[in-house]
């Protein structure tokens, strides 16, 4: 078990101004902010990035998303990481979604769900070192 994980409060979400109240939640739920950054990342960046579901009939609608407007980019650290990060976000379907949970608050669609979170830790790794050089992480 790690104890980060990676996220990304996603285009939808910066533009509705939930920023900020995203990021309370995650202080709030107990992780500590161990990398952060404002960026935007081009289309075949985030081809590269979402390269596992290559496959999956959304990756375009879902990287040409991702690649929309600014994101925020970080490194969360708390013991069980991935798992209660999963926990804090809620189901990829807002729908879905537990009362609580990040997506329950502010997610808009499956597509639109406000937050990525890494599904395990090896993932968490590969993806925190996508956007973070060791210089960048604390
Ligand atoms: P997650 O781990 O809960 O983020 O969900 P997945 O790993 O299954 O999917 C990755 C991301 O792809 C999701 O967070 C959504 O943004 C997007 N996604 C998943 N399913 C769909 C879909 O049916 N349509 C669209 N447009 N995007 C989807």
């Known amino acids: 078990m790690s104890n ?3 996220t990304m409060i996603k285009p939808d979400a910066v533009k509705a101004g939930n920023i900020g109240n ?6 709030a739920a107990g992780f500590r902010i161990a990398a952060m950054k404002y960026l935007s990342i081009s289309k075949t960046q985030a081809e590269k990035f979402y390269e596992v ?3 999956r009939p ?3 609608e879902l990287t040409e998303f991702m690649s929309s407007g600014p994101i925020v980019a970080a490194i969360l650290e708390k013991e069980n990481a991935v798992a ?3 926990k804090l976000i809620g189901a990829t379907n807002p729908a879905n979604a537990e009362e609580g949970t ?3 608050a502010y997610a808009k669609s499956m597509g639109e769900n406000a937050v990525h979170g890494s599904d395990s830790d090896e993932n968490a ?3 925190g070192s996508f956007f973070f050089s060791g ?3 604390f």
Request: hydrophobic share 45%; no cysteine.
């Open 84 to 86: 209660d990060f999963r």
């Open 102 to 104: 990040i997506r329950k």
């Open 125 to 127: 790794a590969i993806e």
């Open 58 to 60: 959304f990756y375009g």
């Open 53 to 55: 579901h290559a496959e």
């Open 135 to 137: 210089l960048e992480q």
């Open 4 to 6: 980060r994980t990676f």
């Open 22 to 27: 995203i990021l309370q939640m995650i202080n």
